[in-house]
């Protein structure tokens, strides 16, 4: 469907205050830099931190993007969680607000759960949140939740609700497993994203919709640009460069590491901030991490400070 969100997407990290409450007013202009740049936003998703963040601080990070202004077709806000309530609340509220999609994690905490009760989890969202709008991107990420997303459970999902269940993030990091999606679903209107810019021009060439990116938090406009013109000459020259920066990152921990970029070139050290369980990275990870991004020829314009 041409009214899908698609490209590339960003799960927008959360700045935290002092006291470790959410930083709204500074979150909201992270998101406006993404937006101004193309980047879509799918911020509550684990580079944002949302399973340390409450159902309260979620609704308040929706409300005040679109309170700013920004467009809510360009957002897909996480609202998955290990509880239904909860998830039936979160997705209502994104839903009521004109969100262009959720992006819906399993309910992870109970490991090896069969697909009959992922389907009825999923199930009884949908059915809860009763709204013709709501479209759900399920979100596969078997390394972190170590509970994913089968392609038999996708199947049943989308012959159940094909007007609802709309597409799938795939963070599996197999691309045999992204190519099986593409190849099973993506003909016939499923949006399949890649869980990295890692696989953007591999996805967009099967078929699929774009990226839902950590590094778009830092990397936007480059991963955008490839986006815009991968059926072009340079397209895997681009996809290797992304590659390097991508490398540099995840060579440490994702979410601090990429708050490190954003407080060096924002210059607000308040950026390193993160929510225990995670800590910010050591004084020699900062500094080795900017120089070896500064030596790669990276660098972040139009942050706010």
Wanted: hydrophobic share 40%; net charge negative.
């Amino acid at each position: 469907m041409s009214d899908r969100i698609k490209g590339v997407l960003s799960p927008v990290v959360t700045p935290f205050r002092e006291d470790s409450t959410v930083d709204l007013p500074r979150f909201t202009e992270q998101c406006k830099w993404l937006q101004a740049n193309q980047i879509g936003l799918a911020f509550l998703g684990t580079n944002s931190e949302a399973n340390s963040i409450s159902p309260d601080e979620r609704i308040a990070m929706i409300d005040a993007v679109i309170d700013a202004g920004l467009d809510p077709k360009g957002m897909m806000p996480g609202t998955g969680s290990c509880n239904l309530p909860t998830t039936v609340r979160l997705t209502r509220h994104a839903v009521e607000h004109g969100c262009a999609g959720v992006l819906m994690l399993p309910p992870f905490y109970y490991k090896g759960v069969s697909d009959e009760g992922l389907y009825r989890y999923f199930s009884e969202v949908i059915q809860r949140v009763g709204n013709d709008g709501l479209r759900v991107y399920l979100y596969h990420i078997p390394p972190v939740a170590q509970v994913g997303i089968s392609l038999p459970l996708i199947e049943r999902l989308l012959k159940s609700y094909p007007s609802v269940v709309a597409g799938v993030k795939d963070s599996s990091g197999d691309w045999n497993n992204t190519q099986a999606m593409l190849t099973h679903f993506a003909p016939d209107g499923f949006d399949v994203f890649a869980g990295s810019e890692t696989f953007l021009l591999q996805t967009l060439r099967g078929g699929g919709a774009g990226c839902i990116s950590a590094t778009a938090n830092v990397n936007a406009p480059a991963i955008h640009a490839l986006y815009n013109s991968w059926q072009g000459p340079d397209a895997d020259s681009q996809q290797r460069d992304l590659d390097k920066i991508r490398q540099i990152f995840q060579s440490y921990p994702m979410i601090p590491a990429l708050k490190a970029a954003i407080a060096h070139w924002s210059d607000n050290p308040s950026w390193t901030r993160v929510r225990p369980p995670l800590v910010q990275l050591e004084p020699q990870q900062h500094r080795n991490l900017i120089e070896q991004l500064q030596a790669a020829g990276f660098s972040i314009s139009g942050l706010a400070t």
